[in-house]
């Protein structure tokens, strides 16, 4: 359903959804004064130097949740997040968050995951441990590495990113 819909949806290339993220050609502030172009185009590197840029993975986000497939991006955040969780009650809840969330065949923002993964993650986090969610992860971390990172990389967002970054470079060299 979610891929009918998202076929029949604006695609990437629809500029309303981005405004938010990117900054006017005008604007100063300090965030996007750091923001060079030399580090917008290094995320185009590689998929892990774009996610470990607070700028680069909200920019990723904003792109997927104008596809209508953010599930993905928020599913790994969530798997990060509850990594660094240390008691274990708390990660007991966590599980079962991100479980009903993201892994169940009914959740509202299933990600697309085989039935053996699954299957073999929903054992694991019968008694949860930081390392219970490693492979669903990995495995939702290659789909994006090869299918939404490239066409995040092609996108008009991008490119824009790039050219706004550079113009501000030139304005700040003169």
Known sequence: MKTRLGCLSKKSDSYSDFSEF???????TARWLKLSTDE???WSESFDHLLSHKHGLA???TF????FSDENIEFWMAC????KT???TKLVSKANKIYQEFLDIQA???????HRTREKTKQSLEDPSPTSLNEVQAKVYSLMERDSYPRF???KMYKDLVSRAHARGQRRSV
Request: aromatic residues 6%; hydrophobic residues 30%.
């Open 108 to 114: 509202p923002r299933e990600v697309n995951i085989d």
């Open 64 to 67: 997927l949740k104008s596809e």
């Open 80 to 83: 990060e997040e509850y990594k």
């Open 40 to 42: 917008v185009v290094r």
């Open 59 to 61: 920019a990723f986000r």
């Open 86 to 88: 240390k008691s274990s």
């Open 153 to 155: 990389l092609r996108s």
């Open 22 to 28: 990117l900054p006017p050609a005008h604007d100063t």
